[in-house]
């Protein structure tokens, strides 16, 4: 195992021993901050805000009523519905989506305190039709001080928030202690650690997750000089989100391959967190198979050559078209939720959404005019594999059906 994999087990191993004593005594040594039992759990609707209010601005809570309108007004739209059919007379087949009944969302609070994931994540939880959600912030800033933070849990009804942070924040939510039920998913981005910790519980049968994500990255596909600007701000908004991130230009106009990479090389050292590459190509279909290559978590596509590329895209978590859209559009205000694969899982996972905190299940319904064919075909497959009890139960019903 790698350091982060022994760290984040070692963790985990110790909550589900210990429970809460545990994840204190990590919050003190990985947080520096050192909390009592009785500070770990709050509601929002409990507090006031101790800060100044003028923090909380009325074009902050715009803001925010904003976002949060507008992601519900997309999740609503895109929520899994019910489908019925009958493929002939007695049988009746169905598919349902129901709510998953307490979910954990991990909302990051170190660096840059992601109110916005708190949105990405609990709007499309609640028109899923959860009623119970914990969030999870870390201690390292105060949260149920800032009015900020307070009229946003309380916009979207939240009434428990755990005072932890990291990998300790991880393991409580999925191995719960006493007075605290665990949760059956737990969503939301976080460093290495969370994800780690995230994964881990999912192998333990602990809890679902939503996405494995790592750090985060953006794929810009242009050819436009004219875009030179937007395109260097774009891939500079990527790299601030941290080490690890990576904002990526792919162009076959070498003109402005050479642009920005001048601009990037004149940043003075040590003043991004992330990194931004070129890579250059020779003609679009390039430029598309490097994208559906490494599946990067935001595509940009900007200008007509690129634009033109859209139907051909498989595997990014979101595409941005058009020099209008950018992913700092996407992250705050668009609708769709922020939290998208990253590291290439876009290959094969999708970003949240609803569905995320759906459980989809299936009903199937039969009476006695249901055909002697269809319950025929069972029982001979049902002999092909030697299960002579499910050869049985089948022919049993063609015994008793209604012939038409």
Known sequence: ??????????????????????????????????????????????????????MLTEEIQAAIDFAIDRIRWFHERIRPQATRVSPEPGLTLEERFVALGRVGLYVPNGEYPLLSSLLMTA?????????DIVVAVSPQRAVRSDPRWLYALKKLQIHEVLNLGGAQAIGILGYGYEGFSPVDLIAGPGNAYVTQAKEELRRRGRVGIDVSAGPSEVMIIAENLEYLSVIIEDLLAQAEHGPGAVGILVTWNPDLANRVQAHVEGIPSGSLMGTVQVIRTTTPGEALAVANTMAPEHLGLMGP????????????????????????LGDYVAGPSHVLPTGGSGRFQSGLSTGTFMRRMSIIGATSSISRETLEMGAILAELEGLTHHQASLRLRIKTRTDE
């Open 1 to 54: 195992m790698n350091d982060v994999q022994t760290t984040v087990t070692t963790i985990l191993d110790a909550i589900a021993e210990e429970g809460l004593v545990a994840a204190l005594r990590y919050t003190h040594l990985y947080d520096r901050v050192q909390l009592e039992p009785y500070d770990v759990r709050w509601d929002p609707f409990d507090l006031e805000p101790e800060q100044d209010d003028s």
């Open 123 to 131: 709007v499309p939880a609640r028109v899923a039709g959860v009623q």
């Open 305 to 328: 050559g690129a634009e033109s590329l859209l139907d051909r895209v498989r595997t990014a978590g979101a595409v941005f078209v058009g020099p209008m859209a950018g992913q700092a």
